[in-house]
């Protein structure tokens, strides 16, 4: 009889077991995936990402750009992938020469001079200090001035006539000129392997406070962080962000639109997946993961354009939307994540 009682014990405790060990499996299969690139591998994987600072006044850009023309076309010819932190403005400026357009300051010099509003105007005013002729009135006038700034980029400005009566023809062709000077950094910024992300510091700029003032509002605003920083599509650095907000985005309360977020902690460090996004925590020690077997961590450095040349490449991340189905106990099975997730990166 004890045997058999015995017998019994031994035949539940191996059920048990059986269906402990079948629970772990399938959450283990839940956390599997793999990546196509060799670069990473399974356990720890360090992201280096750079740090660049932008010039806030437009003819600093001009050279600023010049010397990243540079610095783009040896890492092409080395063929160096790298994560690049920019601000919103390099971003932008990056992402219109990309496409063969002008900078974003220059926007308002290219607009028919006819149609020119008031804003536009005084922007011109308080940029362009040189004479131009009244004869022709005061559309006249402001072509001229746009004539001036093209020629100036073209390395003509000793050939401007203020007493000419400059048409849009004649601006159109300066226009060219610029673009086909550009049109070499365009072909680069085209092919050169670079992920860009958003440095953003002032999240809570512009959000009304009153949105959130009730308990009930938290089910319709559960942050405070602004709809601009929430349906943002690209690649972003958030820095400040409220305890609570941190709290919320950490225990996976609220959605972005966002592929990629690095936010800053003292606590934390790794990552998370959510709805197939990725949030990295920067600065911390306590380890957050979402994949089984892969550790992620995100290295900031803050460096000039020059130091780009001697710094290491490494893992891109949009290589980490490149996945493919892993391997279990020799069979292969589907990912849990889509193959690939389709991110603006600015570059790549």
């Not at 402990?20 to 591998?41: P, T």
């Not at 105007?121 to 093209?150: A, C, H, P």
């Not at 050169?192 to 509002?217: Q, R, V």
Request: charged share 30%; proline share 3%; aromatic share 10%.
């Amino acid at each position: 009889m004890r045997k058999v009682i015995k017998n019994a014990i031994l035949i539940t405790v191996f059920l048990l077991a059986a269906g402990c060990n079948h629970i772990v499996l399938r959450q283990d299969l839940y956390e599997k995936v793999a990546f196509k690139s060799e670069k990473i591998k399974p356990g720890k994987n360090i992201i280096n990402l750079y740090s660049l600072q932008f010039p806030e006044s437009y003819f600093e850009k001009l050279k600023y750009m010049e010397e990243f023309e540079l610095v783009s076309k040896q890492l092409l010819l080395e063929d160096k992938s790298l994560n690049l932190i920019v601000s919103s403005s390099m971003y932008d400026t990056l992402d219109s020469l990309k496409k063969g357009e002008v900078f974003p300051e220059e926007k308002v010099y290219l607009k028919t001079a006819s149609d020119l509003n008031s804003d536009e105007m005084s922007e011109i005013d308080k940029e362009i200090d040189v004479y131009v002729t009244d004869r022709g009135g005061s559309v006249q006038g402001y072509l001229n001035k746009q004539v001036y700034f093209w020629m100036v980029l073209n390395g003509k400005k000793g050939e401007f006539i203020g007493e000419n009566l400059y048409t849009e023809l004649d601006k159109q062709r300066l226009v060219e000129e610029v673009r086909k000077s550009r049109k070499e950094f365009s072909r680069v910024l085209n092919n050169a392997e670079m992920n860009l992300i958003i440095k953003e510091k002032n999240l809570y700029a512009g959000k009304n406070p009153e949105l959130t003032t009730s308990e009930s509002s938290d089910i319709f605003y559960p942050t405070d962080l602004p709809d601009s920083i929430l349906n943002e599509e690209r690649a972003m650095y958030l820095q400040g962000v409220k305890d609570d907000d941190f709290h919320k985005i950490a225990e996976k309360e609220v959605s972005f639109n966002s592929p990629f977020l690095i936010l800053d902690s003292e606590k934390l460090t790794g990552y998370l997946v959510v709805d197939g996004n990725y949030i990295f925590f920067y600065g911390g020690s306590e380890v957050k993961s979402s994949y089984h077997r892969y550790d992620f961590e995100v290295k900031i450095s803050e460096v000039t354009l020059k130091d780009l040349l001697e710094v290491e490449g490494g893992i891109l991340l949009n290589e980490l939307f490149e996945r493919k189905n892993p391997e279990i106990n020799g069979i292969e099975k589907k990912a849990t994540q889509p193959d690939k997730k389709s991110v603006n990166w600015g570059i790549n």
